[in-house]
């Protein structure tokens, strides 16, 4: 039973920032990977970025050094930082937890949260 809901989006202008948040119910997150995913209207969701167990980050070349993921394991919540944010930025971004079972992945979603950048 895990749950993930967003928050945090909205209406910015270019070269503004904003910061979402994915809180998670349950009991795995500590041990769970997580990520962000994005998807804009007519285009394909895709990989924003990713954080490990151990913290380790990732990156998309399209966000890197604009975006940061972190994790606070005391609050079950994962953030995304984004900055410099761009019109191409706009998109439904998705909180996502990787469960791991018996060598396979189990991927929970949260609702999404609308990101639109525009002045």
């Known amino acids: 039973q895990v749950q993930l809901v967003e928050s945090g989006g909205g209406l910015v202008q270019p070269g503004g920032s904003l910061r979402l948040s994915c809180a998670v119910s349950?009991?795995?997150?500590?041990?769970?990977?997580m990520g962000w995913h994005r998807q804009a209207p007519g285009k394909q969701r895709e990989l924003v970025a990713t954080?490990?167990?151990?913290?380790?980050?990732n990156y998309a070349d399209s966000v890197k050094g604009r975006f940061t993921i972190s994790r606070d394991n005391a609050k079950n919540t994962m953030y995304l930082q984004m900055n410099s944010l761009k019109p191409e930025d706009t998109a439904v971004y998705y909180c996502?937890?990787?469960?791991?079972?018996?060598?396979?992945?189990?991927?929970?979603w949260g609702q999404g949260t609308q990101v639109t950048v525009s002045s």
């Open positions: 996502n937890l990787r469960k791991t079972q018996f060598g396979r992945d189990y991927d929970y």
């Open positions: 954080i490990t167990i151990g913290s380790r980050t």
């Open positions: 349950g009991t795995f997150f500590s041990l769970s990977n």
